[in-house]
């Protein structure tokens, strides 16, 4: 395992990605963690990441040397790299030249991290201060115009650094420069993989629930369903999975769930037809805070009474249900603060009549996982392609897409162009270009067309599809225009009440992905 320390920046996530995606394990910790507690944790490889600007700066994060003297391999980067350089005996100055953005490097001596590396190469780079002599005894790899020492090694000690950020997108062989580190610097083994994780994570399961009983709720997104699956793969029938259908869901999707996740992987499925319930709280509501309120008061209220009667069902076989499976992610374990282990929540019990004190415990298979190894995981488990790479949708689902009341009616209209909107995009293979494509039926407004011969009024739809990392910027997508042109032509043609498409090009911030 390598431990990405986090000193603050964007980066860390990003970093472990990176070490991942070279086939090891990691795992990031807080610059604030102590290096004892560090090395209990018995790591292959400490990664220092980017911080702030400069080790000079104010209130900049001090780098205990002793990371230095533990004999563990270390990978500086930017901040991280000025702080190795620093605490080993190098120097670094405020040269007054900063470096930000894309810089051309020139590699003088590969050695062994920037072997087979282009002598001239672009690099991300986000510095105000330099490295200007490196530590004694290492050697000096590579420089930039401003920069005397960009990147050093030192063989011996297994440690490295470069001034830039090798992991983000735009820095040339970054991903290469990391693996020559991790691979033939510190010497991991490129072990982890998708079947590896698989395996561990369905043995961990086993420990953790023996043969007692657990349920699972289906969202009709991957990472319930790949929660679900790794769980059935690890206790089979013992495990009972919810589907609240509330009825709005896009065209396919509840189908998908129940048939062709239950065909992919045996789980055995409880669903709940809740679509005339949800229908009936929503009626007369326009304001999308009530319409969410509404929507996931019901949803709580379904779903414990489904759980109930599981719970109930089981007792009645003298068995209890304990555990609650759920899918969280590593981004939310890292951004909530870290925490090890499982932790017990107490179920809502407003209805169902359930004791006082019926407690789960949780079960959360992903949560050392990225979203893309999620993805991974969920294609080695044989899921179906469409809910593997579904893209994220919101828990209101077309609720919150219909602008005004939401009815059965207007549900239907909307699905049908969401779904010829989907379809052309899978048509023309830009599915994983696009991060989500909302489709907005603006039911409150009436636009005036022709359509044959006389006069129509009918609805405008809005296009809203969107690239992002992690939703919270985005851009609009660039779809090109014989896409547009042919989901414009099909919806209008073919979704009678629709009359006119239209595209929002607005980015996040200052608009949001969704209209509601
Ligand atoms: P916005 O619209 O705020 O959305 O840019 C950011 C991301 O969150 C999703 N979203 C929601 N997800 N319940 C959810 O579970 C909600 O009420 C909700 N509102 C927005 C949205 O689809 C996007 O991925």
Redesign the pocket.
């Known amino acids: 395992m390598v431990l990405v320390v986090d000193f603050g920046a964007q980066y860390a996530q990003l970093i472990a990605r990176r070490v991942r995606e070279a086939r090891v394990y990691s795992e990031i910790v807080p610059h604030t963690m102590p290096v004892a507690e560090m090395l209990a944790r018995n790591p292959k490889a400490i990664v220092l990441s980017g911080g702030p600007s400069s080790v000079y700066e104010p209130g900049a994060p001090n780098v205990d040397a002793a990371v230095f003297e533990a004999g563990v391999p270390v990978f500086g980067m930017c901040y991280g790299f000025q702080a190795m350089a620093l605490n080993l005996g190098g120097e670094v100055r405020r040269t007054g030249r900063s470096e930000y953005g894309r810089t051309p490097v020139t590699v003088s001596a590969p050695g062994t991290l920037l072997a087979e590396v282009p002598a001239e190469h672009k690099v991300w780079m986000s510095h105000g201060d330099s490295v200007v002599a490196a530590p004694p005894g290492w050697d000096v790899l590579a420089s930039t115009a401003s920069t005397p020492v960009a990147a050093f090694e030192n063989l011996e000690l297994k440690m490295a650094g470069v001034q830039w950020h090798p992991e983000v997108m735009h820095t040339e062989h970054g991903q290469a420069v990391l693996e020559h580190f991790l691979h033939h610097i510190a010497g991991c083994r490129p072990t982890w993989t998708m079947v590896n994780i698989v395996e561990e994570q369905v043995a961990r399961i086993r420990d953790q629930i023996g043969d007692r009983r657990a349920i699972c709720g289906l969202s009709g997104g991957v990472d319930s369903a790949v929660a679900a699956a790794l769980v059935q793969r690890a206790i089979g029938d013992r495990l009972t999975c919810v589907f609240v259908d509330h009825g709005l869901l896009r065209k396919g999707e509840a189908e998908q769930v129940e048939r062709d996740f239950v065909a992919a992987t045996g789980v055995s499925l409880h669903v709940v037809d809740a679509q005339k319930r949800f229908l009936d709280a929503l009626s007369g509501v326009s304001d999308p805070e009530a319409k969410?309120k509404i929507i996931g008061r019901e949803f709580i209220r379904v779903f414990e009474a489904a759980e109930a009667e599981i719970v109930g069902d089981a007792a009645a076989h003298g068995e209890k249900v304990q555990f609650l499976v759920q899918g969280t992610l590593y981004p939310d374990v890292v951004e909530s603060g870290g925490g090890a282990g499982t932790s017990n929540i107490k179920s809502h019990h407003n209805v169902g009549g359930l004791p006082e004190d019926l407690e789960f415990e949780l079960v959360e298979p992903l949560r050392t996982l990225f979203k893309d190894e999620v993805r991974l995981v969920g294609e080695q488990l044989g899921l179906p392609a469409e809910i593997v790479w579904r893209h994220?949708?919101?828990?209101?689902g077309l609720g919150?897409r219909i602008i005004g009341e939401v009815t059965h009616d207007r549900l239907e209209i909307l699905r049908e162009a969401d779904a010829i909107a989907r379809e052309e995009l899978t048509r023309a293979g830009l599915d994983r270009d696009i991060w989500?494509f909302p489709v907005v039926l603006l039911a409150d407004v009436r636009s005036v067309g022709v359509q044959g011969d006389g006069r129509t009024y009918g609805h405008p739809v809005v296009l809203r599809p969107v690239t992002s990392e992690d939703?919270m910027t985005?851009d609009w997508a660039r779809l090109p225009y014989d896409v547009l042109e042919t989901i414009s032509t099909r919806i209008t043609n073919e979704v009678r009440e629709v009359n006119r498409v239209t595209v929002d090009i607005t980015s996040?911030p200052p608009g949001?992905?969704?209209w509601e």
């Open positions: 969410r994220p949708f919101p828990g209101p919150i989500q939703a985005a996040k949001t992905i969704e």
